[in-house]
Nanobody, 114 residues
Framework: QMPLAESGGGFVQPGGSLRLSCSGS??????MGWHRQVPGNQRELVAS???????EYADFVKGRFKISRNMAENKLYLEMSGLQPEDTAVYYC??????????WGQGTQVTVSS
């Protein structure tokens, strides 16, 4: 497992934007991603980026979010725009192999409200 630290969450009005950042330490994982969780619900994948450049987005992203990765610095980013109240959740940075995530950050709260 790899220590991961997120930053960049906060409060934003509907239609606003936020940029999440994640820093990892140690070896470079094959896949890094972002998940989110609302209390009472399962954690769900938001986006992921593999070492080979493969990218996956959840359907609910709908072109609003962009994931990027700096492998040299072991950093991951999520640029979120067009945020809506239903995007309110704790966002977790994740890392793992090509097939499964096995490392998680502590999470950063994103709240979208007017």
């Amino acid at each position: 497992q790899m220590p991961l630290a997120e930053s960049g969450g906060g409060f934003v009005q509907p239609g606003g934007s936020l940029r999440l950042s994640c820093s990892g330490s140690g070896s470079i994982p094959y896949t890094m991603g972002w998940h989110r969780q609302v209390p009472g619900n399962q954690r769900e994948l938001v986006a992921s980026r593999g070492m080979g450049g493969e990218i996956e987005y959840a359907d609910f992203v709908k072109g609003r979010f962009k994931i990027s990765r700096n492998m040299a610095e072991n950093k991951l980013y999520l640029e979120m725009s067009g945020l809506q109240p239903e995007d309110t959740a704790v966002y977790y940075c994740s890392a793992g192999s090509k097939w499964a995530f096995d490392s998680w950050g502590q999470g950063t709260q994103v709240t979208v409200s007017s």
